[in-house]
């Protein structure tokens, strides 16, 4: 079974200009998560999606990201326009159910914001 | 005061001993505990799921829940180098059982 799988890994951008993370979930998880940790500071929520719907997006920091689930299937979270607190390491989750049933987290993308 | 608090660390231990790692929350309707763990540049990998009062074991590791006390932690086993790490406690908050809040964590270096 494929795993999680974000991409790009890594992402050097200036401030001002716009980035777009990708997450492929696990085929069959309803259940997506978008969460990020910037540096020195706890793992956030940032939202949740139940195949296309937006479930929780309460965690998202401003208007400046942007999270979509296309059919359900992969998601991906913009940021437009990037500033320099951006920065930090975002990773998406799946399960198919909640996080007791096992979330299985991406690799994480690196995003540096400069 | 932080949802879910842990020890930074480092936590040193010998190379066979008994790690404790310690995790306390503020949310008492907080229902479900994880430990994750996360090498270095690597993403969380769940450990073990803990949802009562009392003591779940599997295999080398131990997950102890007191939620009079809102302390959670986990016991390794004849540590070995291989469970240098950091290790994440992460909790689901009351009536919300899809997002995890979570501590900073805790680094773990076990020596030979």
């Known amino acids: 079974e494929a795993g999680v799988t974000q991409f790009p890994s890594h992402s050097v951008i200036e401030k001002g200009q716009t980035v777009t993370l990708r997450c492929d979930p696990i085929?069959?998880?309803?259940?997506l998560y978008w969460y990020r940790r910037v540096m020195g500071k706890e793992i956030k929520f940032l939202l949740h999606f139940v195949k296309e719907s937006k479930q929780d997006e309460s965690g998202m920091p401003n208007n400046r990201f942007l999270a979509e689930r296309t059919g359900g299937t992969y998601s991906t979270l913009k940021v437009q326009p990037a500033e320099l607190e951006d920065s930090g390491v975002y990773f998406c989750?799946?399960?198919?159910?909640?996080?007791?049933?096992?979330?299985?987290f991406g690799s994480g993308t690196r995003l540096t914001v400069v | 005061q932080k949802e879910v608090e842990q020890n930074s660390g480092p936590l040193s231990v010998p190379e066979g001993a008994i790690a404790s790692l310690n995790c306390t929350y503020s949310d008492r309707g907080s229902q479900s505990f994880f430990w994750y763990r996360q090498y270095s540049g690597k993403s969380p990998e769940l450990i073990m799921s803990i949802y009562s009062n009392g003591d779940k074991e599997d295999g080398r590791f131990t997950a102890q829940l007191n939620k009079a006390s809102q302390y959670v932690s986990l016991l390794i086993r004849d540590s070995q180098p291989s469970d240098s790490a950091t290790y994440l406690c992460?909790?689901?908050?009351?009536?919300?059982?899809?997002?995890?809040?979570w501590g900073l964590g805790t680094s773990l270096a076990v020596n030979p």
């Open positions: 989750a799946s399960s198919q159910g909640g996080p007791g049933n096992g979330y299985t």
């Open positions: 085929s069959g998880h309803d259940n």
């Open positions: 992460a909790g689901t908050r009351a009536g919300n059982n899809r997002k995890l809040i």
